[in-house]
């Protein structure tokens, strides 16, 4: 690895919420299968809102709508898909399954599945089949579900977009980031005169040791946000995997 995960966070943000992976789809990056899609995606989505720049969400990343995997050429509708389809498959020979998957990694379509509003016909979307068919998982997660569920990836996305509406430092901040050799672990802190942002996020299926920063050693924190039930206070303890916590603090603070 030649780079941090800020690194690789800068380049690969925007690919990651296009190519759905904050959705949890393809168990990437979650192999071990200990937690919860629920609880990786509001690990990475933590990073989207609390980053600098302008976060976007795409339809249904805020209910943790996954990519599709279809299985037949036929239910793709982008032009893109069925000309290369067309050239290396058709025409060019190459193997269906390795082409098909392919598809499943890098496709457009993947992402572009109706809305899934409830577990009805068609995910509630229309009363008539929809161009691109629905995705197949439209019974477990769909808005319907989502709003019923007070832990679910929606009330979370909330709680991230009403952070970057009261608080202008995880708007306009300052980014300082700590611990740049830890390859599990990425820490960095927002702050914007007095009033700062420490956000702790663990990349990895495993627990991992987090040593806090020497700046925010002996200052009184609040948690604003967690994917997991955690106290207010800053400090050193084990993280659990894929954890997030927002920390405020403020630097005048003894």
């Known amino acids: 690895d030649n780079g941090s995960i800020a690194d690789w966070a800068k380049d690969s943000l925007a690919r990651m919420v296009s ?43 805020e209910i943790g709508m996954t990519n599709v995997h279809f299985d037949s050429i036929e239910d793709y509708q982008d032009i893109q898909i069925r000309n290369a389809w067309r050239a290396r498959v058709e025409n060019g020979g190459e193997d269906p399954e390795k082409m098909m998957q392919a598809i499943w990694y890098i496709g457009r379509d993947n992402a ?54 009261e608080s202008e430092t995880a708007v306009y901040g300052d980014f300082t980031e700590y611990q740049k050799e830890n390859e599990a672990l990425y820490v960095y802190n927002r702050s914007l005169g007095d009033d700062n942002l420490l956000v702790v996020l663990n990349f990895t299926g495993e627990e991992q040791p987090f040593v806090l920063p020497r700046p925010m050693r002996g200052k009184t924190s ?24 927002v920390y405020r603090w403020k630097e005048t603070d003894k």
């Open 222 to 245: 609040a948690l604003y946000v967690s994917n997991y039930e955690n106290d207010g206070q800053m400090a050193d303890r084990t993280l659990r995997p894929y954890e997030a916590a």
């Open 112 to 165: 572009r599945t109706p809305m899934q509003w409830d577990a009805s016909p068609c995910a509630g979307f229309s009363t008539a089949a929809p161009w691109l068919k629905v995705n197949p998982n439209y019974k477990e997660i769909n808005v319907k579900e989502a709003l019923e569920d007070p832990d679910s990836i929606f009330w979370y996305m909330k709680e991230l977009i009403r952070l970057r509406h």
């Open 19 to 61: 190519a759905g992976i904050i959705s949890g789809s393809n168990g990437k990056l979650n192999p071990t299968g200990m937690v919860t899609r629920a609880q990786v995606a509001k690990m990475l989505y933590t990073m989207l809102m609390t980053m600098q720049g302008t976060p976007y969400v795409y339809q249904g990343e």
